[in-house]
């Protein structure tokens, strides 16, 4: 088996490296990009697209809530299944694909990196396991540090450094990689069957969520972390909420980097930039959301754009699903997590002919083309809350094309005329930028550039999409095609599918991040955690870490302590 | 002698993980704290099954491993429709290896969750389930609710531990903040604790629980004077505690799942918990039997995209409980072998399911001889998870919590034996150059 790869005449699009589409050859070196290649196996890429792999900044695709989802929906797993072959593992689900699917299916788009954006910590073990299983992708698991009893009485008696340890030791010891907050201070009152706005008292906590946002803020930049607080802000899927958020933006404008990156990461905006005050009036605000980015660099935010159709959703934003569940009425699973977290679960059906789900629709698309700066914005559909990740290429084509999206709008609810921005936006994505939103940015702003992904320069990982189109390809319908499946995709330097078909299926690699902290500080620390375990936890200190056993491909990221 | 803490029970769904053992020359010789009765005496071990053997002319005959493992790999490769069943009490790296083996051979799979919460599956495929970890009841429950159950004897320690007696963040003063409803047939060990007990007919849980949701969405005018045997009073004073209290969990077992309505009774039951959610936070879940049933679950699913009840024979996973779970494929006789690892059907199945594995070449995989040894023509001991070998499994809560290996053994693992059996199976399909 040759080591070397040689990939020639291709157009590459790599944004990091300001190269936007230039006709450039490729060498690859034992899983890396090199200068020069001696003696090597030739792609021939004949003016292709050439882009890095593929980077998703979030999707949920492991773990505790993924799985429930299927076990909750056998007519979604049904809908997917597709049998074995030489080469790969059977396939099963739509929007809940298994795990082989999953890889394979992101694989096939030219994505090589994932990231599972929310992991329970005492549930982190059956994240990793989900993520062995999970062929070809590189990966990586935000655990969820805001609803976390220690994280509110530390932010309550203001004690920053303290909280600083306790986020370092919860990140090692479920071998995450940043800090997710979801509806922080919400998801501990619904443990009571409640929820909590912006600066809402958490009941029993004394701490509001804008409290907690910041001290974790505070706490992340204390690292050197390669990620900001990755945040689901409060209030999701409330008519009115883009004020949320944009309060949510000021909490931590004043706070500083520890890196050259944003201080906030908001998710799914989509579903954070409504405006109106019931579903009656109903409306978007993403052009509010979008100048606030446009006018401040600390934030940066991935859309969670709609895909129309049925999937299921899911979140730690455990109210927010009992709300989608009582409109729908359809099957619920809740699940709460002792001293952490929580989760709900119930399927959504996005419909054109609805005026909310219309909206919805615009809003994402609307938020990544009124953000002027691409390097402000990352493609998701929040998999699978607004849609599954299968659905990307759709986007980029409606991202592309006024066209396309002229005529999808027609076949919708006429609020999109009045209701929404989307049909008075002429403006439509270069390669170049599309390049951007699904790998240089996302790179970029989890700090993945500086450990070889998103980019091609010399030294970076040999991760390599070739989309079976020319860079003047203006049919929509062909470049939907062209990113549903590559012509090739390179895995660490092993052509893993080739004209739409995987190939080769080699074991991704974990990525975590080990933030390190002063032995004095862990120590104070640990007498009030090990305090929570005697009292609380039902399962032992001990017994808690992810041992190594769950990362049998790990990569660590070290992040040395700041101030 | 070395005292090993945090040890992790391999028995039940509760999955204890602070067991505190003696240890001296390989082997436990006390269980200073932690287990109940039933875990202790596992961990401090009993007879073993002491090589693995092969049935000849109607006796069981020792072999080596190698021999087994052939044998076992040429049952299942010639066999046109196998069943491996069981993979509860074994650990999801094991289950795993299974669920490759299936598709490997295009095989049925099945596990124990079929004759135990298979109907609460159903039952959650048809309305989702609305839950939380075991810590979550331990620090919040002030009603407690065992219908169906009887954890003073099944699971010794849950009460204890994780509900009614346990002492938690809202909870500190234990059972005499809480109150404890049981519903059953009987008036069991558990239903002698309770503050409440609703002795129900047999059969009749089903009207039960959709009198209670009547009268928690306000229409206690339609309940009639008695349902199922409960009387009307005894249902409202029911539901008040519900409406009166501020988290209220209800656990249940097989006294639900298997009479009456079987998985209706556990939509009704879910469709209960909805409907105090109208009125405080409810929260519901079954009581787990093996300590890894969760798991195979978990797992099966994952890989699969289904819990339980699948075949791998279209090359994809098809799931059908009915007729796919092991029960109804042996009552119509549809599979021509079987491997049966981590469980015992011989002593759980119905007879007739029975007579049919009892004609079929079975392979069993298992650190203890059960009645299912007694007709197995293939005899493979291995090492105890949680004793001998380690591993994750999945508690009741689908709580992760990896075994710890504490003893050496000679004895292999579960996972071992299977990928060798998985190895051969692909040896031999080249071999015919298939």
Redesign the interface.
């Known amino acids: 088996m040759a080591d070397e790869l040689l990939i020639r005449n291709g157009v590459v699009y790599d944004p990091i490296n300001g190269v936007k589409g230039e006709k450039k050859d490729i060498c690859i070196r034992d899983g890396k990009v090199v200068d020069s290649v001696t003696n090597p196996k030739v792609i021939d890429a004949e003016g292709r697209v050439v882009m890095p792999g593929g980077v998703d900044i979030h999707a949920h695709i ?1 773990g ?1 809530k ?3 989802g ?5 007519e979604d ?2 809908k ?5 072959t030489k080469v790969c ?5 739509y929007s809940v ?4 699917a999953t890889g394979y299916r992101y694989a096939r788009m030219g994505y090589t990196f994932v990231m599972e954006a929310a992991m329970p910590p ?2 982190a ?2 994240t990793h ?2 993520m062995i ?1 999970i062929p070809i992708l590189d990966n990586a698991a935000l655990p969820l540090i805001d609803n976390n009893w220690m994280t509110m009485e530390y932010v309550k008696s203001g004690d920053m450094d303290l909280l600083a340890a306790y986020m370092a030791w919860i990140i090692k010891a479920t071998k995450g990689f940043g800090v997710k907050i979801v509806n922080p201070g919400g998801t501990e009152a619904w ?3 409640k929820n909590c706005d912006l600066n809402d008292s958490v009941p ?1 906590f004394d701490v509001t969520p804008a409290e907690i946002i910041k001290g974790l803020a505070v706490a992340n930049e204390k690292f050197d972390m390669p990620h900001s607080i990755h945040v689901h802000t409060n209030m999701l899927g409330h008519p009115g909420n883009f004020e949320v958020t944009k309060d949510t933006y000021d909490l931590v404008k004043g706070v500083k980097a520890s890196k050259d990156r944003q201080v906030i990461h908001t998710t799914h905006t989509q579903f954070h930039s409504y405006g109106g005050t019931n579903w009656g009036n109903f409306e978007s605000k993403a052009d509010a959301i979008a100048d606030y980015i446009n006018q401040n660099d600390h934030a940066t935010i991935d859309i969670g754009s709609v895909i129309l159709g049925d999937t299921t959703t899911m979140t730690a934003d455990g109210p927010m699903e ?1 709300s989608l ?1 009582q409109i729908t009425g359809r ?9 952490e977290t ?1 989760s709900g ?2 399927p959504f059906l996005y419909s054109g002919k609805v005026s909310v789900h219309t909206i919805q629709w615009a809003i994402g698309q609307e938020l990544a083309l009124l953000v002027k700066d691409p390097w402000k914005v990352a493609l998701t559909t929040d998999h699978p809350n607004a849609g599954p990740f299968i659905g990307y290429p759709i986007i980029i084509s409606h991202l592309m094309s006024k066209k396309r999206r002229d005529e999808s709008a027609e076949d919708m609810h006429k609020a999109i005329f009045d209701r929404a921005a989307l049909p008075s936006i002429d403006r439509e994505y270069d390669l170049n930028e599309i390049a951007i939103i699904t790998r240089g940015m996302t790179a970029k702003a989890l700090g993945l550039h500086e450990h070889g992904k998103g980019h091609l320069g010399v030294g970076a990982d040999a991760d390599v999409a070739i989309y079976d189109m020319s860079p003047e390809e203006r049919d929509a319908g062909k470049i939907q095609k062209a990113f549903l499946n590559t012509k090739y995709t390179i895995k660490a330097g092993e052509i893993v599918v080739k004209d739409g078909e995987v190939v080769a299926t080699p074991p991704g690699r974990t990525i975590f991040v080990t933030p390190e902290c002063d032995d004095k500080l862990t120590d104070e620390m640990m007498v009030t955690l090990k305090d929570k375990f005697a ?6 200190l ?2 808690y870490p992810v ?1 190594d ?2 990362l049998p491909n790990p990569y660590e990221i070290k992040a040395p302590w700041r101030s | 002698m070395v005292e090993i803490t945090d040890v992790v029970c391999s028995l039940c769904g509760c999955v204890c993980d602070d067991i505190v053992l003696e240890v001296e020359n390989n082997k436990v010789v006390k269980v200073k704290r932690g287990a109940c009765s039933v875990g202790k005496s596992k961990l401090l071990g009993h007879e073993r099954i002491k090589s693995p053997m092969i049935r000849e002319n109607g006796e069981l005959k020792e072999c080596s491993y190698d021999e087994a493992i052939k044998k076992s790999a040429e049952i299942l490769y010639k066999s046109r429709r196998p069943l491996l069943y069981g993979w509860s009490s074994t650990v999801c790296e094991a289950d795993k290896v299974g669920v490759e083996l299936t598709e490997d051979l295009g095989a049925v799979m099945d596990n124990t969750a079929s004759v135990c919460h298979g109907p609460s599956v159903l039952a959650i495929q048809d309305v989702g389930l609305p839950s939380c970890t075991l810590g979550e009841v331990k620090n919040r429950a002030d009603l407690v609710i065992y219908w169906g159950a009887n954890p003073a004897q099944a699971h010794a320690n849950h009460m204890k531990r994780y509900s009614y007696v346990s002492k938690g963040y809202w909870t500190a003063e234990g059972k005499k903040g809480k109150k404890l409803v049981v519903v059953d047939v009987r008036k069991t060990m558990t239903a002698k604790m309770a503050d409440v007990f609703v002795q129900v007919e047999q059969g009749q849980d089903y009207p039960v629980f959709s009198a209670l949701r009547a009268i928690l969405q306000g229409h206690e005018d339609v309940v009639p004077d008695k349902v199922g045997g409960v009387p009307k009073e005894q249902l409202l004073e029911l539901a008040n505690m519900v409406k009166e209290a501020k988290f209220v969990m209800t656990f249940f077992g097989m006294g639900v799942t298997h009479t009456g309505a079987r998985h209706n009774n556990i939509v009704n039951a879910i469709q209960f918990t909805r409907a105090a959610h109208l009125h405080t936070k409810a929260s519901i879940m079954p009581l787990r039997g093996h300590y890894n049933v969760a798991g195979i679950n978990q797992v099966c699913t994952w890989e699969t995209g289904f819990p339980f009840a699948i075949e791998m024979a279209r090359g994809y996973a098809w799931y059908n409980p009915g007729e796919l779970s092991a029960t109804d494929l042996l009552y119509r006789g549809d599979c021509d072998a079987a491997m049966i690892i981590a469980s015992d059907p011989g002593a759980h199945f119905p007879g007739e399911s029975l007579k049919h594995l009892a004609k079929i070449p079975v392979i069993q995989i298992d650190p203890y001889a059960n009645p299912t040894t007694e007709f197995a023509d293939v005899v493979i001991p291995v090492a105890v998870s949680g004793i001998e070998a380690e591993g994750n499994v999945y508690r009741m809560d689908n709580i992760p919590i990896r075994l710890r290996k504490i003893l050496d053994t000679d004895y292999l693992p579960d996972e071992e034996i299977l990928e060798r059996i998985l190895t051969e199976v692909r040896a031999l399909r080249e071999k015919e150059g298939e």
């Open positions: 492991a505790g993924v799985n429930a299927r076990i909750m929906r056998p797993e049904r997917g299944v597709e049998p074995k593992r059977a396939q099963s689900g694909p298994n795990t082989f005492l549930a073990r059956h396991e989900e299983d443990a009571w069957g029993y009992y569940y099957k619920w699973t809740n699940h709460d997590v002792e001293l929580g679960i119930t009292k609380y936890y039902s399962v032992t001990n017994n041992q056993a769950y």
